[in-house]
């Protein structure tokens, strides 16, 4: 958790006594259910108003250690930056306080002992301020990569709808001819839409796992900027470095995730061709209607297109 104060200024009324103006401050359990009922205690654990009724449940169904002080007494209240157990270390669940610059980890005390013998390893405070400045421009990066990964999942969306319009007009190449060579145009169209669908549908699975994967992407920076933005107001010279640090991690996997995802992306276009023997199909059965699969992929500014054929024989 990050700590910081601020004014507090919730339901305040001022009442005027001997010697000056007491601040009344209403119980916030009380307030949740629409009754207004002036706050005598204050938990300084959960950062929370109460009256008396209110301090003996809060005592007695909420988990963990209070500790309470009179309400008229409390100027400031902590503000706290649920870090989301990003401060603790993966490997013993602890508080990280100490970074080891010899091998680029942050470490809890158990993690210290262990690098007891690395020459540079301090304590997070020591130069944890210098990187606030830096966690406002990692913020920054991860607001352009959520904007990154919004145009990816649009373009996903105009790709699936655009597949499925030139999936829906396909036919209509077919119908030009579709009087002098019903039959076999007849069984074509449903030959040609069939495997067109099994392309697309392939290509759709293909594009909704890039989204969706690009989606929980997003997701992930949409929960941490808040986070960032707590942290870089109010958080703790600790906390700060641990997040930035954090945050350069993950802007990292969210590179190597996007050129991964880059490298392995192509443009599906879908058209027909007509053979120059289909004139001649009324009398003798053939390879008649090919569909070609134009793949467009863009990488480092280069354009390939793959073309693959599909065939038919009546």
Not at 144 to 164: F, H, W
Not at 207 to 235: F, H, M
Request: with cysteine; hydrophobic share 35%.
């Amino acid at each position: 958790m990050a700590t910081g104060v601020e004014n507090i200024s919730n339901e305040d009324i001022c009442s005027d006594i001997v010697g000056g103006c007491v601040t009344l401050r209403s119980c916030i359990p009380c307030m949740k259910d629409n009754t207004s009922t002036y706050a005598t205690q204050f938990c300084m654990i959960c950062s929370e108003f109460l009256c008396d009724d209110c301090k003996r449940g809060h005592s007695r169904f909420k988990p963990g250690k209070h500790s309470f002080i009179i309400a008229k007494d409390v100027i400031k209240v902590p503000v706290v930056v649920d870090m989301m157990d990003i401060d603790k270390c993966e490997e013993h669940k602890k508080k990280i306080k100490f970074f080891c610059k010899d091998h680029s980890l942050l470490c809890c005390s158990t993690c210290a002992f262990i690098h007891r013998a690395c020459i540079n390893v301090d304590e997070l405070a020591k130069f944890a301020e210098e990187k606030r400045e830096l966690l406002n421009d990692l913020k920054r990066d991860l607001i352009q990569a959520a904007g990154k990964q919004r145009d990816i999942i649009e373009d996903c969306r105009q790709m699936k709808l655009s597949l499925n319009k030139n999936l829906s007009e396909l036919p209509k190449d077919i119908e030009e001819l579709r009087e002098q060579i019903n039959t076999l145009f007849t069984k074509a169209t449903t030959n040609i839409n069939s495997k067109a669908k099994d392309v697309i549908d392939v290509e759709l699975k293909r594009l909704s796992e890039r989204q969706t994967s690009l989606e929980k992407v997003l997701q992930d920076i949409n929960d941490i900027i808040p986070i960032c933005s707590a942290v870089s107001d109010n958080g703790t010279p600790q906390q700060v470095f641990i997040f930035a640090r954090t945050i350069e991690r993950k802007l990292n996997y969210i590179k190597i995730h996007d050129d991964q995802l880059q490298n392995s992306h192509f443009t599906l276009q879908l058209s027909l061709t007509f053979t120059k023997a289909i004139y001649t199909l009324l009398k003798k059965e053939s390879d008649f209607v090919i569909l070609i699969s134009h793949r467009i992929q863009k990488i480092s500014g280069m354009c390939y297109i793959n073309y693959l054929f599909y065939t038919w024989q009546l």
